[in-house]
């Protein structure tokens, strides 16, 4: 089974259930292995962290941790609405691009 996500680094998205339901937030990082994204602002925790040369004197950092991607919407740049994805073919000189786009505005999301 393919490890794809339906979202990119650099997208805005909105949370859709748990926690912090309704809390919108740029991603950091996709984890397309483990089906998770880090979301800025969502699902921060507390990590220990020992002495070492970047941080001699060690301590308690909070972070961003990962959370299901399942678990995230795509918000439309245009429409500014929490949306699914599409997908569409646009000819490009010779050669057809694969693009995404907004299943309520039709936009080309990139």
Request: charged share 30%; with cysteine; hydrophobic share 30%.
């Amino acid at each position: 089974m393919p490890n794809k996500v339906h979202v990119k680094k650099g997208d805005t998205v909105v949370v859709i259930s748990g926690k912090y339901k309704g809390k919108q937030g740029k991603v950091l990082t996709v984890l397309p292995k483990d089906k998770k994204v880090v979301v800025e602002g969502v699902n921060i925790v507390k990590k220990h962290v020992r002495p070492n040369p970047k941080m001699p004197q060690g301590g308690i950092i909070t972070q961003e941790a990962p959370i299901w991607a399942c678990k995230v919407m795509l918000v439309c740049p245009k429409c500014n609405k929490p949306t699914r994805i599409g997908h569409r073919f646009i000819q490009e000189g010779e050669e057809e691009k694969k693009v995404r786009t907004c299943k309520k505005c039709g936009e080309i999301i990139d």
